[in-house]
């Protein structure tokens, strides 16, 4: 399948004039593509060693409002420079973008070149190097679920929101039928992403009308998460360009099941798959069970790097797919880690309590770091649950509320030791933020509840 682009590869093509754009970016604390368009000339000569940008980049809201608080900057430290630097690795096409490339880069400090902590991209890299320390890589694939819309972004958000038509009338769940409907969009979708060496497996119609999932094969860790970023990407942009709307909000309307992003994990050692023990029970090695036990565990920990907003908690409701419960189950929908690929050299966890609006990099780095913890204390897993886990009244919940989730995880030792007190600091910082703008905020539900009533 197509790949990254080496440096050469794209020298030659802006000589022979088939790209002249470069898109340089960084991924910000909410998981977007933010950088500059660099004409692909400059690129070549000069910028492919570095550029620079403001360093509120990674302490914004998804508004891009400045919030107070942060220890990396702030207006009173002036918001000076980060460099980015182009990871040369990373350099692939954008087909669906006339002549344009784009890179990853790595965020270090403007005056030492450090790597600055609290980028994603570090963030995972730091528990990638710990687990290799362990000799073992981390495969990851993230499934992205998402909805779309019959109208554009900008004919809806100048209704403010309020006529949300989705693409289809009825739940689509892998219906052929209504998704042949949707190929506009979904078609160029697969085989662009493919084209950038992307390895899409699959789309398929969800669960409700106008939900769509996009699969991507397994990848080593970074990899997965530089995919998932660079598909959501793709699906906004592509939604755009035939005049429809895509959201990653989990929650867009009550009535209706959310959006998640389902992380499946497991570890290697070269070739061989880590997590496989032919003679174990349900296949699964020791290893394995060590890293689940380390995942259920430290859940109520690490929730808020897979659901970081108030919204993303709207998901977490009985009877929707979207699990309540830190259990684990052999393929069981209903619980929060689902065994899958059962005596099989596949043999995997899945984690389903990450929404579509997770940032990959810090929800992966997070799992790593409890996976990790489970392996290095010799954790022991429970009995699996079965049946309807949300029934399940022993059962460890997940936080219920962002408010909840911001405490865990400010309070997490394993996360402390694992990524630093910066970094935990830092998002911990970021939750605090998005529960008080939401504080702050008159609801409709409010309005129509209370506006006679009260
Ligand atoms: P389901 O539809 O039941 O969730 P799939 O068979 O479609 O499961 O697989 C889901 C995801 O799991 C795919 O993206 C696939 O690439 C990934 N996957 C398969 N094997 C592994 C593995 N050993 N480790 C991590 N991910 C894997």
Same mark, same amino acid.
């Given at each position: 399948?197509?790949?990254?682009?080496?440096?050469?590869?794209?020298?030659?093509?802006?000589?022979?004039?088939?790209?002249?754009?470069?898109?340089?970016?960084?991924?910000?604390?909410?998981?977007?593509?933010?950088?500059?368009?660099?004409?692909?000339?400059?690129?070549?000569?000069?910028?492919?060693?570095?550029?620079?940008?403001?360093?509120?980049?990674?302490?914004?809201?998804?508004?891009?409002?400045?919030?107070?608080?942060?220890?990396?900057?702030?207006?009173?430290?002036?918001?000076?420079?980060?460099?980015?630097?182009?990871?040369?690795?990373?350099?692939?096409?954008?087909?669906?973008?006339?002549?344009?490339?784009?890179?990853?880069?790595?965020?270090?400090?403007?005056?030492?070149?450090?790597?600055? *902590?609290?980028?994603?991209?570090?963030?995972?890299?730091?528990?990638?190097?710990?687990?290799?320390?362990?000799?073992?890589?981390?495969?990851?694939?993230?499934?992205?679920?998402?909805?779309?819309?019959?109208?554009?972004? =900008?004919?809806?958000?100048?209704?403010?929101?309020?006529?949300?038509?989705?693409?289809?009338?009825?739940?689509?769940?892998?219906?052929?039928?209504?998704?042949?409907?949707?190929?506009?969009?979904?078609?160029?979708?697969?085989?662009?992403?493919?084209?950038?060496?992307?390895?899409?497996?699959?789309?398929?119609?969800?669960?409700?009308?106008?939900?769509?999932?996009?699969?991507?094969?397994?990848?080593?860790?970074?990899?997965?998460?530089?995919?998932?970023?660079?598909?959501?990407?793709?699906?906004?942009?592509? %939604?755009?360009?035939?005049?429809?709307?895509?959201?990653?909000?989990?929650?867009?309307?009550?009535?209706?099941?959310?959006?998640?992003?389902?992380?499946?994990?497991?570890?290697?050692?070269?070739?061989?798959?880590?997590?496989?023990?032919?003679?174990?029970?349900?296949?699964?090695?020791?290893?394995?069970?060590?890293?689940?036990?380390?995942?259920?565990?430290?859940?109520?920990?690490?929730?808020?790097?897979? %659901?970081?907003?108030?919204?993303?908690?709207?998901?977490?409701?009985?009877?929707?797919?979207? *699990?309540?419960?830190?259990?684990?189950?052999?393929?069981?929908?209903?619980?929060?880690?689902?065994?899958?690929?059962?005596?099989?050299?596949?043999?995997?966890?899945?984690?389903?309590?990450?929404?579509?609006?997770?940032?990959?990099?810090?929800?992966?780095?997070?799992?790593?770091?409890?996976?990790?913890?489970?392996?290095?204390?010799?954790?022991?897993?429970?009995?699996?649950?079965?049946?309807?886990?949300?029934?399940?009244?022993?059962?460890?919940?997940?936080?219920?509320?962002?408010?909840?989730?911001?405490?865990?995880?400010?309070?997490?030792?394993?996360?402390?030791?694992?990524?630093?007190?910066?970094?935990?600091?830092?998002?911990?910082?970021?939750?605090?933020?998005?529960? =008080?703008?939401?504080?702050?905020?008159?609801?409709?539900?409010?309005?129509?509840?209370?506006?006679?009533?009260?």
């Amino acid at each position: 399948m197509p790949g990254t682009l080496s440096f050469d590869d794209l020298s030659a093509r802006v000589l022979e004039g088939s790209i002249d754009t470069v898109l340089v970016c960084l991924v910000d604390m909410q998981g977007r593509l933010m950088g500059k368009r660099f004409h692909a000339a400059n690129f070549i000569e000069h910028s492919h060693a570095e550029t620079h940008c403001c360093n509120y980049l990674l302490a914004t809201d998804l508004e891009m409002a400045t919030p107070d608080g942060y220890a990396a900057t702030s207006w009173q430290s002036g918001y000076g420079d980060y460099v980015m630097k182009p990871d040369l690795s990373t350099i692939r096409p954008m087909p669906w973008l006339e002549g344009t490339v784009m890179v990853l880069c790595d965020v270090l400090d403007h005056h030492t070149h450090e790597a600055v *902590p609290h980028d994603p991209r570090a963030v995972l890299k730091k528990q990638i190097a710990r687990l290799e320390g362990l000799g073992f890589t981390a495969m990851m694939a993230t499934e992205l679920e998402f909805f779309l819309f019959e109208r554009s972004f =900008d004919d809806l958000r100048r209704d403010g929101y309020r006529d949300l038509v989705p693409i289809s009338g009825y739940n689509e769940d892998y219906n052929i039928l209504q998704t042949t409907k949707e190929e506009a969009v979904m078609r160029p979708l697969r085989n662009h992403l493919y084209a950038a060496g992307i390895p899409v497996e699959n789309t398929k119609g969800e669960a409700e009308a106008g939900q769509e999932e996009l699969n991507i094969r397994y990848a080593e860790a970074l990899a997965c998460a530089d995919h998932h970023t660079i598909a959501k990407h793709a699906v906004k942009e592509i %939604a755009w360009q035939q005049g429809r709307a895509a959201t990653f909000l989990p929650k867009w309307d009550p009535a209706r099941v959310g959006s998640s992003s389902h992380v499946h994990q497991s570890l290697w050692q070269g070739d061989a798959p880590a997590f496989y023990d032919k003679g174990a029970d349900h296949g699964m090695s020791d290893l394995m069970t060590r890293y689940m036990a380390g995942l259920i565990a430290y859940a109520p920990d690490y929730t808020a790097f897979l %659901a970081p907003y108030v919204n993303s908690y709207k998901r977490f409701l009985k009877g929707t797919f979207a *699990p309540t419960k830190t259990v684990w189950s052999v393929d069981n929908r209903t619980a929060g880690f689902r065994l899958c690929g059962e005596g099989t050299k596949g043999v995997r966890v899945e984690c389903r309590i990450g929404g579509s609006d997770m940032n990959p990099y810090l929800a992966q780095a997070a799992m790593l770091a409890a996976g990790i913890k489970g392996i290095e204390d010799g954790l022991e897993l429970a009995a699996p649950t079965r049946g309807d886990v949300y029934d399940e009244a022993a059962a460890t919940e997940i936080p219920r509320t962002l408010r909840a989730a911001t405490e865990t995880l400010r309070g997490s030792k394993m996360l402390r030791d694992a990524m630093g007190d910066d970094v935990i600091d830092h998002y911990t910082r970021a939750a605090e933020w998005e529960q =008080d703008e939401f504080d702050k905020a008159v609801t409709d539900w409010e309005i129509a509840r209370g506006f006679e009533r009260a």
